[in-house]
């Protein structure tokens, strides 16, 4: 069974520029989550989709960050226009309903110029 | 609100070596807790888990207790190996409406020398 599938592994951009990162969930799998790992520290949850569903936002500074979950299969995060302080990892991860344990991708390290 | 707390690190032992990690936790209700590992450049890997008080959770050795009198989960290897090289983190679940947000701990860097 494939994993959590996450693109690209690693990004480089200027600031101010705009940057979007791919999760793609393990089949069947109804809850995606969007974490921020800043170097040193655990993940953060940034967003939880259910379905198409964002069910819970509240640490997605969403003046700046942007998610979707079209068709409640994969899912895209964004952010425009990117600054310094957002060279982090950005971890995707998902679950089914009959289980509460989270499967997480590699993730995608940005480094923010 | 909830929060893990876990010893820092990094933490060097030599091959065969008992490992302790310590984890402590805050939270409203009756959590379920979990231990995650980082191998380098990859991504977190579920370890062991435990959804109630006084259960036991294991896998590859090693091993974790849910203690809810003590509110701690130290994880625990008798005998570590260079494979166990990682980065450990604990977290918990608190369910309720923080139902599916994980709260880590900053993570446990472990080093095992041959």
């Known amino acids: 069974e494939a994993g959590v599938v996450q693109s690209p592994r690693y990004k480089i951009i200027e600031k101010k520029q705009p940057v979007a990162f791919w999760c793609n969930p393990i089949s069947g799998h109804n809850t995606l989550y969007w974490y921020l790992q800043n170097l040193g520290q655990g993940p953060e949850l940034l967003i939880r989709y259910e379905n198409e569903e964002a069910v819970d936002d509240s640490q997605l500074p969403k003046d700046r960050f942007s998610a979707e979950r079209l068709k409640g299969v994969d899912s895209t995060l964004k952010i425009q226009p990117a600054e310094l302080g957002d060279s982090a990892v950005y971890l995707c991860a998902s679950s089914s309903l009959a289980t509460e344990t989270q499967y997480f991708g590699p993730g995608t390290r940005l480094l923010v110029l | 609100g909830n929060s893990v707390t876990q010893m820092e690190g990094p933490v060097t032992l030599s091959e065969e070596a008992f490992l302790t990690i310590n984890c402590t936790y805050t939270?409203?209700?009756?959590?379920?807790l979990f231990w995650y590992v980082q191998y380098p450049g990859e991504g977190l890997q579920l370890l062991l888990k435990a959804t109630k008080a006084d259960d036991k959770g294991s896998n590859k050795g090693f091993e974790a207790t849910y203690r809810k009198e003590t509110t701690s989960f130290h994880l625990e290897k008798g005998s570590v190996q260079v494979s166990d090289s990682a980065v450990y983190f604990c977290a918990l679940n608190a369910g309720g409406t923080s139902y599916g947000k994980l709260t880590f701990g900053q993570g446990t860097i472990l080093t095992v020398h041959p």
């Open positions: 939270a409203t209700g009756y959590p379920s």
